[in-house]
């Protein structure tokens, strides 16, 4: 999901000699790049145009083993999130994991302090140095991060088991799995 200019796709592809690819993107120049970067690759990369803020009109295939999501995600409202973790729930096979690496929303402007201490600690260039300015920063620049928690709930609530692997102040990897075979398909078996 925001599949850029292709890089994380030729690593998988690289990684896996029988992986086949499915990227979105909204821009048309990172697809120009991604399609070049994936041009050796034949047809186990397909690219298509597409907006994560409507991701329910992508044309994808269904039963995928996995969806990746690096850096894309932060740029949703949270009812558009919210649509996108369904959408890749429902376009996940049974056992099927979703991987986000993103940016995240500092909760709240009581923690705010300690956030920008440990950026500037790090040598990291930091955000503005207090709360106002970091959400001015975050509407600049068009990102709307969630908190861990926040995504966590999402991927809870569309039925996903989840949890999140890293968090380093701003910037979390998170996985999520589809259970193997649906609560319903539990009980009927049994």
Not at 81 to 90: G, H, N, P, Q
Request: with cysteine; aromatic share 8%.
């Amino acid at each position: 999901m925001g599949c850029g200019s292709g890089l994380v796709a030729q690593m998988l592809l690289d990684r896996s000699p029988t992986a086949r690819i499915f990227g979105v993107d909204s821009s048309t120049a990172m697809l120009a790049l991604a399609r070049e970067r994936l041009a050796p690759y034949g047809d186990r990369a397909r690219l298509s145009e597409g907006d994560l803020a409507a991701i329910d009109r992508v044309d994808a295939p269904s039963g995928c083993a996995a969806v990746v999501a690096v850096q894309s995600l932060h740029h949703l409202a949270e009812p558009e999130y919210r649509s996108a973790v369904r959408w890749t729930f429902e376009h996940l096979a049974a056992g099927g994991w979703f991987f986000i690496i993103d940016r995240l929303a500092i909760p709240s402007k009581t923690l705010y302090s300690a956030f920008y201490e440990l950026r500037d600690r790090q040598g990291q260039s930091p955000n503005p140095p207090d709360w106002a300015g970091y959400l001015e920063w975050l509407e600049a620049n068009g990102d709307r991060p969630l908190p861990v928690q926040g995504i966590q709930g999402l991927l809870n609530e569309a039925g996903f088991e989840a949890a999140a692997l890293d968090v380093r102040g701003d910037r979390g990897m998170l996985i999520a799995r589809r259970p193997a075979q649906s609560i319903s398909n539990m009980t009927s078996s049994r």
